[in-house]
């Protein structure tokens, strides 16, 4: 009978969780993509219309921007093509702001049938599915139920503000996080194959969007800390198998282009706090400080390399998945620019946090955290306009919350996987 019990109540668990990502998704995709014109989706789009219209090879330079920027409002004026999205992207800034890297404008022009509205909704429903898969699979992996993450992903779609401007925006964060999700899962075993696997899919994803470029460089800390050079080598080894075949497949020069590119950012985009931007390092700057991104970042990631160095942890998976959840956060917190769709790659880092095993006080503490960034109930409750400085002070909080640990007491602690 109590067989029969449990059962029943897991099904009811599922049930309500699936009930509560429906609704959710129902209005969140009303409130995040019924008339949402992805204006950042939109530069992704244009690289690739360019490339088969007006064969366009370099879209880095000032004078292929201005090309593309024309050519998104020739479309827009074509019968066929005029749809009020495509019109307010083409016509909303005078040059097109090609700053993705080559590996990101490739995926983006295959995956295009030409249609700018087909290719916008197909990319955000991707986009959502990632996202709740990602949520599913890391809640799986820190011991709960995928109905949990369902439940977590269908509050996120219904009250996140850094989620819906992602997707409102079309960028990548959600399929960030679901890669990360993937290399977690792949991680979870202490298999060399799996390990390769995971190498390969963090190089796609730091070639992807180089945010990411710290996951790689925590997660071999970690590995360092178990003392697992076997599994360190299987995952350099599958991060420079993937690098050989996107060297294949998209030439060296696009690369030096891109890195060329980067240098005149802050030239060709505002990146002012006043535009949105959410960075600490940022703001000190215009109040006439130095600039602090290249430092906080690196700062971040010694003390995150500490702590997963000297920290007690109950398994080496729980280790590796700090490590990704502190690559990802540093991604948000340290550089120069950090707009409010970034906080998405928060996720896996306040979930770690919140996990049964974190303890009373570092759950009390990530949860407060995880209020503030959803930004949307405490506006609707208490009629406040959360802008950089709370989200500042939540992100970090909730980095410190992680880092501060009880020190092993041994330098051989126990790498055994639960």
């Keep these: ?26 209005t969140a995709w009303v409130r ?71 590996l990101l404008y490739a995926g983006v022009s295959a ?23 990602a949520l599913a699979a890391l809640c799986v992996l820190l011991g709960g139920g995928a109905d949990v993450g369902l439940a977590v992903a269908a509050l996120m779609c219904a009250l996140s503000d ?74 350099v080894a599958g991060a420079l198998a993937a690098v050989a075949v996107g060297a294949h497949f998209l030439a060296a020069r696009a690369w030096l282009d891109w890195l060329t590119a980067l240098g005149g950012l802050e030239r060709v985009s505002d990146i002012s706090v006043a535009r949105g931007n959410y960075s600490l390092a940022q703001w000190v700057s215009e109040m006439g400080g130095p600039r602090l991104g290249p430092f906080l970042t690196g700062g971040l990631a010694a003390a995150s390399a500490v702590s997963l160095w000297l920290g007690r942890f109950a398994s080496s998976f729980e280790r590796t998945f700090l490590a990704v959840a502190l690559g990802a956060a540093i991604a948000v917190l340290g550089p120069q620019l950090a707009w409010l769709h970034y906080d998405v790659l928060l996720v896996p880092l306040l979930l770690f946090l919140l996990r049964p095993a974190a303890g009373a006080w570092r759950r009390a503490g990530a949860l407060a955290c995880a209020v503030a960034l959803l930004g949307w109930p405490l506006r609707a409750l208490a009629g406040l306009a959360l802008d950089a400085p709370v989200y500042v002070f939540a992100g970090w909080s909730a980095v410190l919350l992680a880092l501060v640990r009880t020190p092993r007491s041994s330098p051989r602690q126990s790498a055994s996987v639960p």
């Design 1 to 26: 009978m109590s067989e029969r019990r449990h059962q029943v109540l897991l099904g009811a668990r599922w049930l309500a969780a699936l009930a509560l990502l429906v609704a959710a998704l129902s």
């Design 32 to 102: 995040m993509c019924s008339g949402s014109p992805g204006v950042d989706y939109y530069q992704f789009w244009i690289v690739g219309r360019a490339r088969a219209v007006l064969d366009l090879r370099d879209p880095y330079s000032d004078a292929a921007r201005a090309r593309m920027a024309e050519l998104g409002r020739q479309l827009a004026r074509e019968a066929v093509h005029a749809t009020r999205r495509l019109q307010f992207c083409a016509y909303w800034r005078d040059t097109v702001e090609t700053f993705g890297t080559p």
């Design 111 to 133: 995956a295009s049938t030409g249609d700018y509205d087909t290719d916008l909704r197909r990319f955000q429903t991707v986009s959502i599915a990632a996202f709740v898969c």
């Design 162 to 235: 850094p989620l819906a401007s992602d997707v409102r925006t079309a960028n990548v964060g959600e399929l960030q996080l679901g890669g990360l999700a993937l290399v977690l899962a792949l991680s979870r075993r202490a298999e060399a194959i799996r390990v390769f696997a995971a190498g390969a899919a963090l190089a796609a994803l730091v070639a992807l969007k180089p945010t990411l470029a710290l996951v790689p460089l925590l997660l071999a800390v970690a590995l360092l800390a178990e003392r697992k050079l076997r599994l360190l080598a299987a995952l």
